[in-house]
């Protein structure tokens, strides 16, 4: 059974200094060997108690039960606000409540086919793009970047974005490189008291939202049509159920900034890592080629499983609380990992090995909340149907058309920033497999 490359783990928990650097360089490496086998781990760092919580009673008091008693990190917050603005994914309370009330129903499963058919013609005309590279070394990172970049566009604008999509892909490179990793001040200053890092990320706002803002105009020029298009579209008609309030000029910027940094970066590296697994393991792969509306949803669904993007979930407790056999302390730390979780040697049969038939509709589910990837409780993402409808229509279509290998030995490391990123873009060579469908709509 293949097992993929990991990062190191250290053996003991690891001091405040070299924490901090593991933060900075790679988060997956922060965590000791202990926390893949115990329930819970528990210590003090620059004065804070901070607690990883592997038990289920634990964590659906956090995430389920009391949800209200916890909030976004401040480190947290200061790093991803500059990129999705007061969106949905840092709203918080009865904000928070007004914003999910009038997103969900863009999103909803019934809306599915209205933006699935953007992701199959997209999907269809950049896959044949690649059979002019047959045999010759490609960076699939940066072509499923661009790919979910454009599916993003069509989905969200009805546009094509080669006006914009240059400059958007540079700001999101951008951020990730430069405004992504936590330092020193991040985490110990509290969001009132603005670190260097914070003035540089205050510019980079400036500029990626003046840019969502342009996106929007061409848009916002011409009046609504009678039946939506886009997901654009049903933003701008959405309306709180409860009050029948719509979103600000500003509220909808927001919303497409989130919607836009959420739906493209993750299915983009989900989709890499379904990649690199299956070039790796070439059973597997020819096991999807020829049983692909059987196994793709399998082989995501373990890919998220070993890589979820959303590697880590945290919290700080406003008050006091019990979460299982834990007593909360105000502003204590709560960290619930699906990294650790998805690899936790109590919940998990050979936890690192690549395994899809761990989710064959003849399996049984897996132990409650050991496996969510897209998180869990209110606060589950709202996106998730979009993302595996997106993932599950590129893959198939791709595995279909072609054979895909890695070039060279080195192993491809995963990476804790935002998301679960490979320390390197590997290269990988294609070429045709013969008597495949050439289209995705067979797997919409």
């Known amino acids: 059974m293949f097992v993929p490359a990991k990062p190191f783990i250290p053996e003991k928990p690891l001091g405040f200094r070299p924490l901090l650097r593991a933060l900075r360089t790679n988060a997956l490496s922060t965590w000791p060997v202990d926390v893949y086998e115990q329930p819970f781990m528990r210590r003090s760092l620059a004065g804070r108690i901070n607690y990883i919580l592997n038990e289920p009673d634990a964590i659906h008091r956090v995430l389920?039960?009391?949800?209200?008693?916890?909030?976004?990190?401040?480190?947290?917050?200061?790093?991803?606000?500059?990129?999705?603005?007061?969106?949905?994914?840092?709203?918080?309370?009865?904000?928070?409540?007004?914003?999910?009330?009038?997103?969900?129903?863009?999103?909803?499963?019934?809306?599915?086919?209205l933006l699935t058919r953007h992701m199959v013609a997209t999907t269809d005309e950049a896959l044949e793009t690649l059979h002019g590279q047959i045999g010759e070394p490609r960076d699939l990172l940066e072509f499923m970047q661009n790919l979910t970049l454009e599916i993003a566009g069509r989905s969200m604008f009805s546009l094509e974005v080669a006006r914009f999509g240059g400059e958007m892909r540079a700001l999101l490179n951008e951020f990730a490189v430069h405004h992504a990793r936590p330092s020193m001040l991040d985490l110990l200053l509290p969001p009132a008291i603005p670190t260097l890092g914070d003035l540089r990320r205050r510019r980079f706002q400036k500029r990626w939202m003046?840019?969502?803002?342009?996106?929007?105009?061409?848009?916002?020029?011409?009046?609504?049509?009678?039946?939506?298009?886009?997901?654009?579209?049903?933003?701008?008609?959405?309306?709180?159920?409860?009050?029948?309030?719509?979103?600000?000029?500003?509220?909808?910027?927001?919303?497409?900034?989130?919607?836009?940094?959420?739906?493209?970066?993750?299915?983009?590296?989900?989709?890499?890592?379904?990649?690199?697994?299956?070039?790796?393991?070439?059973?597997?792969?020819?096991?999807?080629?020829?049983?692909?509306?059987?196994?793709?949803?399998?082989?995501?669904?373990?890919?998220?499983?070993l890589f979820p993007a959303a590697f880590l979930i945290v919290r700080e407790a406003i008050g006091p609380d019990q979460a299982g056999q834990h007593k909360i302390g105000r502003n204590d730390l709560i960290m619930i990992a699906p990294w650790i979780l998805h690899r936790h040697h109590a919940l998990w049969q050979n936890p690192d090995a690549f395994d899809p038939d761990r989710f064959s509709p003849d399996t049984p589910a897996p132990p409650r909340f050991s496996y969510m990837p897209f998180g869990t409780g209110p606060r589950v993402c709202v996106g998730a149907q979009f993302a595996l409808a997106e993932a599950t229509i590129v893959l198939s279509a791709f595995v279909k058309r072609f054979d895909i290998s890695l070039e060279g030995d080195r192993p491809v490391l995963p990476v804790g920033i935002v998301t679960t990123q490979p320390d390197h873009h590997p290269l990988f060579r294609l070429r045709a497999r013969t008597g495949t469908v050439q289209s995705a709509v067979g797997s919409s």
Not at 234 to 247: K, Q, S, V
Request: aromatic share 4%.
């Open 64 to 113: 389920v039960d009391n949800p209200g008693n916890y909030r976004r990190s401040p480190a947290s917050v200061r790093i991803l606000k500059p990129i999705t603005g007061k969106g949905l994914l840092l709203a918080e309370g009865d904000d928070w409540k007004l914003q999910r009330r009038t997103v969900a129903p863009a999103l909803a499963p019934r809306m599915m086919p």
């Open 210 to 305: 003046r840019l969502i803002e342009a996106i929007m105009r061409d848009r916002l020029a011409t009046p609504p049509p009678e039946v939506p298009r886009d997901l654009f579209d049903l933003l701008r008609a959405a309306r709180d159920p409860e009050t029948g309030a719509g979103f600000s000029a500003e509220q909808l910027r927001d919303q497409v900034a989130t919607l836009i940094l959420a739906g493209h970066e993750t299915t983009a590296v989900t989709l890499f890592w379904a990649l690199t697994l299956l070039a790796q393991d070439k059973v597997e792969q020819d096991k999807l080629a020829s049983d692909p509306d059987t196994r793709t949803r399998m082989v995501l669904n373990e890919t998220l499983r």
